[in-house]
């Protein structure tokens, strides 16, 4: 048991720094978790970068090294540099739309005294709905011809809008619904923030007269930060993951102004059965969210505890 | 390298040393080669597993599958169904030795698999060269290899609505034979509001492979071998007549807007007058829109001069069962024998699978069947069907060309030559890359 | 009820929140509303142009149909006990993590979390095969362990814990442990507390991500028994998909509990937090 101790302690000096009791719990939860990790993600992911150095086919057991040719590959492929083009653009135009609505909406509805926890639950519904359900409403809505949307503005006079099947509008159908879907998800934990703010600051502003707006823009808002960082980074990391939608409404079509890094992966995984350039995609795609989320979280520097 | 006895601390020192994990990979799952040898009836309990997609028509199998028990009450056949992501689950299962004994093919995948030996060749003391030849005689034994049975025949049918045939002063017993009498009739049946947008559509097109039917209407080959190579022969005559087909049907005889929705809804909701397709979309028709479908005529599709060309469009086997690697020794020969049984002497339970997707039925006596002959659906089917011919294997990037070339002439208002062009030179690129496998 | 705002003046400026917030709201309802509308549709009507929004012959023929296709009772208890198990394994331990992260320094801590956050980034699709191997080299194919054990941690929900406890001033522990609390009471009866708002959020969104998953468990499970949710009801789709009746029908069928979950959960919300400790 002393001894069983004794190297425990020694382990723990690697994390050096902090005492008794603290050290215990640290040692209880973070060393299994990295054990976890290293077990469970990035062995499994570390036998994909391997592969990426490779020209493996998924049901073939041998392979050979070709070193960075499929990473030469992938970056001279015009479907590959649009994919990434376009994850980037869809990535950054949801995040930003999604956060910035959410925002004023966890605003407009939080003080609200009834009705709260019914409009909660109508904004997570976008969220739980089954994607294939979505999908199919999604495309009727956007049917160019006979869908609902062209169906209104047909009716006012506007010129129908040929939704997915034009190289122009086709990824901004796909920006609009992602925000549809993410909006009341963001706003809940927006507002979960919002109420985890201590009164006292609120209520010492309205004393020296300050509005409701002001209070929400100079107080909440950057009481919220670490939040709302929170939110920006996921959401990021997400859409640039986006796979379910795509693959059922537009396969990357047309002419691939949908086509996103995902669905690249997985073609050449499960259509192609080229495993090494898909580990090769997979980790191109690794690199630039990995670069976005530090630069991110580095950029949340200060401390906006009191 | 044997993996089944790996405990828990030599799984965690492999762990550790991540550079073995490469080897690890490379390692798992055995990989044996199990010819098939014939069986007496199994004498301890078996359970034969088999995985498909479309719960309706796997349900057709465990009912073969129930049949079957009765003959062989030691063999279970459990039928599962899981949908379109299957195959991530099949190409992750099968290596790992967690898959299933039989499993539907699709021809895609089928070449893949069996390239890399994961489906096992048909026993040849069960089905000789001789027996296979003559009950399934549509079928390219040569192209497919003797790995998996077919299940039947999708052919390329013309569609039309008899009705408004009518209100457009034609015949509806006499569709159109040629492709000037075709362009004449839906001119005639398409509407369209002030400012020209059409309302309704002559036709609609199945977007699967369009190009391919009217090239082979035309006599056109999209594969050449030269010796022991496969070329790429997509820039020819006969392709561009075809692209330009497409090509007339929007902008010269506006008869055919790419808004409009999928031909099996547009059809169905009387948005579209015609359509050339594959067979399937009857069976849509008639489950779903029995009122238009009352209305609905089918005739061999229209080629260039009229004639009965034997090519009326790209016309392919659908694969049936094959039996797959890594299972035990005993299932697979229960599975083998339930083949044997199943595409052997089960013909209403063949009749019954291939004719839920509106195939011609694969079986040389199903298609003399009073179900098949006194369909005129099916009737024509077998009609068109002699001579299926998939030149190439439709594989997913190849299919995707398709959807592309269509997209750079509609969306993107490219010119054909420029097109044709880009066709020939991708597929190069995909035959190059191995993805394209020839038949003939 | 008191919260951050506490608007006692202006009743105009309530109704304007009402009414942005209501249209809000239908928009995200409406696709919603029409899945449950097409569930009690009948096939013909559905496809049918132009479409309905109210069926005009209400049917559950649907539900019965989906209901007879599926071993309904069966597969929503597995589907049940694997997400409630998952959901709560998974929260507790990110609420650890994430505590342990905000709250304590130590040597690399910074290090660590970024290779734990690292995890989040890459597709599922890319470490699913090589996870797979692992789970039946262990032998724990076609079982539920190969489920839970693999999504024991999350590094999204501890992220999420772990910006909330930067939140909670350290000065109501340090008074703690002044009166003799030891760092498990800490964590269990005074973090925790704080923290409802928050898991009860993420109750509700994992419980929901652990029922609809849908990818692993069609990789992991083939025995029809054990067979959860949404894979049994992908079955449904056709290979052309056209009966969208059914589709929808399985959708409310699957969407149902989590709403009753998120519903139970909402209320369990503390509306508010003062930090009466300190005051």
């Known amino acids: 048991m002393t001894s069983l101790i004794l190297r425990t302690k020694s382990f723990f000096n690697l994390f050096g720094g902090i005492n008794g009791p603290k050290k215990r719990m640290t040692l209880f939860i973070v060393v299994p ?61 949801t995040t930003l739309f999604t956060v910035v609505l959410a925002l004023i909406l966890a605003f407009l509805l939080n003080p609200l005294p009834y009705g709260n926890n019914f409009m909660r639950l109508l904004f997570y519904l976008p969220m739980i709905t089954s994607g294939i359900a979505i999908a199919t409403i999604w495309l009727w809505l956007y049917q160019a011809r006979f869908g609902l949307f062209n169906q209104v503005l047909g009716y006012y006079g506007i010129t129908p809008v040929p939704w997915l099947i034009s190289k122009e509008w086709a990824l901004p159908s796909l920006i609009i619904m992602a925000i549809w879907g993410g909006v009341g998800y963001d706003a809940i934990i927006f507002i979960a923030g ?113 | 390298m044997a993996t089944q006895n790996v405990n828990r601390r030599d799984f965690l020192k492999v762990a550790a040393l991540a550079g073995i994990g490469v080897g690890l990979a490379a390692c798992k799952g055995k990989v044996t080669e199990e010819v098939a040898v014939e069986v007496p009836p199994t004498p301890e309990p078996v359970t034969v597993t088999v995985w498909g997609w479309w719960q309706d028509r796997m349900n057709l199998f465990q009912q073969a599958g129930d049949r079957y028990k009765q003959k062989q009450p030691n063999v279970t ?143 056109g080959q999209i594969i050449k071998h030269e010796g022991d190579n496969l070329v790429a022969n997509f820039n020819t005559p006969e392709m561009e007549a075809a692209m330009q087909f497409f090509v007339d049907l929007a902008q010269k005889y506006k008869v055919w807007d790419k808004a409009f929705p999928y031909f099996t809804d547009a059809i169905g909701n009387r948005q579209a007058a015609t359509c050339i397709h594959e067979a399937w979309g009857h069976g849509v028709w008639k489950s779903d829109f029995p009122e238009v479908y009352a ?146 | 009820m008191s919260n951050a705002f506490a608007f006692r003046t202006l009743k105009k400026l309530h109704l304007l929140n009402y009414i942005i917030v209501g249209l809000v709201a239908a928009t995200m309802v409406l696709p919603f509303l029409w899945m449950v509308l097409t569930s009690f549709k009948m096939r013909g009507e559905i496809l049918s142009f132009p479409p309905s929004f109210f069926p005009k012959v209400w049917t559950i023929e649907n539900y019965i149909d989906a209901a007879s296709r599926l071993n309904v009772l069966r597969i929503y208890w597995n589907t049940l006990s694997v997400a409630v198990t998952k959901t709560f394994i998974q ?13 304590y320094d130590f040597k690399y801590k910074e290090i660590i979390f970024y290779f734990i956050l690292a995890t989040m980034i890459l597709p599922f699709e890319v470490y699913m095969i090589p996870l797979y191997r692992m789970m039946v080299a262990a032998k724990w194919g076609d079982s539920y362990l190969a489920l839970i054990v693999p999504m024991m941690f999350s590094a999204y929900a501890t992220f999420l814990m772990r910006q909330f406890m930067f939140t909670i001033p350290n000065d109501l522990l340090d008074a703690a442990r002044m009166d003799g609390a030891g760092e498990w009471f800490i964590f269990h009866r005074l973090v925790v507390p704080l923290c409802k708002p ?81 005051k």
């Open chain 2, 295 to 440: 209305e609905l005529g089918f005739d061999v599709p229209p080629t260039p001069t009229g004639e009965a060309s034997p090519y009326y469009g790209r016309k392919n086997m659908v694969l049936g069962l094959a039996t797959l690697i890594n299972r035990p020794e005993n299932e697979t020969s229960a599975g083998q024998n339930f083949q044997e049984y199943f595409y052997k002497e089960d013909l209403e339970g063949q009749l019954a699978v291939s004719s839920i997707s509106g195939l011609v039925p694969a079986h040389a006596e199903n298609l003399v069947n009073s179900k098949v002959t006194g369909d005129p659906f099916f009737a024509l089917g077998v009609k068109i069907s002699p001579k299926c011919y998939d030149i190439v294997e439709i594989s997913g990037p190849f299919s995707d060309l398709q959807y592309t070339l269509m997209d750079m002439l509609f969306v993107d208002k490219k010119s054909v030559k420029e097109t044709l062009a880009f066709g020939q030179s991708e597929m190069e690129k995909q035959i190059t890359a191995g993805d394209i496998t020839a038949m003939y």
């Open chain 3, 91 to 103: 929260i507790y331990l990110s609420a650890l993590l994430g505590f342990v992260f905000g709250k």
């Open chain 2, 77 to 219: 056949v459990t039928v599962s169904s899981f949908d379109q992501d299957f195959w991530q689950k099949v190409l992750a299962a099968v290596p790992a030795g967690t898959g299933p004994t039989l499993c539907k093919m699709i021809t895609a995948n089928y070449f893949k698999m069996r390239s890399e030996n994961m489906v096992i060749e048909l026993d040849p003391v069960a089905f000789p060269d001789s027996f296979l030849k003559e009950k399934f005689p549509n079928h390219n034994w040569q192209g497919y290899g003797r790995f998996v049975m077919p299940e039947g025949e999708q052919t390329v049918i013309f569609t039309y609505n008899k009705k408004m045939m009518e209100e457009a002063g034609l015949d509806p017993n006499k569709p159109p034979k040629t492709w000037d009498e075709f362009f004449q009739a839906t001119q005639k049946m398409t509407k369209a509001d002030a400012n020209g947008t059409l309302t309704m559509e002559g036709f609609a097109y199945d977007d699967w492979l369009p190009f391919h039917n009217l090239c082979f209407q035309k006599g």
């Open chain 3, 198 to 278: 928050v898991l009860a959020t993420l109750v509700s969104f994992y419980f929901m991500w652990n029922w609809n998953d849908f990818l692993w468990p069609l990789i992991v499970i083939s025995n029809k028994e054990k067979m959860m949710l949404p894979v049994a009801l992908s079955g449904f789709v056709a290979e052309h998909g056209t009966d969208y009746g059914l589709i929808m029908a399985g959708a409310v069928m699957a969407t149902l509990p989590v709403v009753v979950v998120f519903v139970i959960f909402q209320r369990y919300v503390v509306q508010g937090i003062s930090l009466t400790g300190l």
């Open chain 1, 194 to 306: 919002i109420r985890g703010i201590p009164t006292e600051y609120n209520e010492a502003a309205k004393i020296d007269g300050a509005t409701d707006w002001q209070m929400a823009l100079y107080i909440t808002l950057p009481l919220m930060s670490r939040v709302i960082v929170f939110i920006v980074v996921t959401s990021i990391i997400g859409s640039f993951q986006v796979f379910q939608q795509v693959f059922l409404m537009t396969r990357g079509g047309p002419l691939d102004s949908t086509r996103v890094i995902s669905l690249s992966i997985y073609d050449y995984a499960f259509s192609r059965l080229k495993i090494g350039v898909s580990a090769s995609m997979a980790f191109v795609l690794f690199i630039i969210v990995g670069v976005l989320t530090v630069i991110q979280l580095r950029m949340q520097r200060e401390d906006w505890e009191l």
């Open chain 1, 33 to 93: 978790a990295i054990i976890y990790y290293l077990i469970l993600r990035y062995y499994p992911v570390f036998q994909t970068m391997i592969l990426s150095l490779t020209d493996a086919k998924l049901l073939k057991k041998e392979y050979q090294f070709v070193g960075f040719e499929n990473y030469a590959f992938i970056f001279k492929d015009p479907p590959f540099v649009k994919a990434i083009l376009n994850t980037t653009m869809y990535a950054l135009a």
